[in-house]
């Protein structure tokens, strides 16, 4: 269950650094058991984009902005494991 790969794809110049740590935070502390590897990767050009297993799942130029942690973790989940229950973040 924890093959899954999640890249993290930032730009440094625009200095999305931090924004891109606290995700992957976000990530590791809700699926530190279903994910194998979690990366952090620095470009240029005002990239950002989540990958799960070589499949772009955001993407700030397409989806417009930054996702929220709900936006983030749904996403997340519904690739490494669609029946984990995210808890407060699903209740209205």
């Known amino acids: 269950m924890n093959n899954h790969t999640i890249k993290i794809t930032y730009c440094s110049q625009c200095n999305w ?3 891109s740590t606290w995700m992957a935070q976000e990530i590791l502390h809700t699926f530190s058991s279903e994910i194998k590897e979690l ?5 240029s050009g ?6 799960i297993n070589d499949s772009i799942v955001w993407n700030r130029k397409v989806d417009g902005g930054f996702p929220d942690v709900k936006t983030l973790k ?4 519904d690739v ?3 029946d984990k229950d995210l808890g ?3 209740s209205k």
Not at 74 to 77: E, N
């Open 39 to 43: 990366t952090l990767i620095p470009r």
């Open 74 to 77: 749904k996403l997340v989940r």
């Open 80 to 82: 490494v494991n669609p």
């Open 46 to 51: 005002g990239i950002f984009t989540i990958t």
């Open 17 to 19: 650094m931090l924004r």
């Open 88 to 90: 407060h973040i699903e």
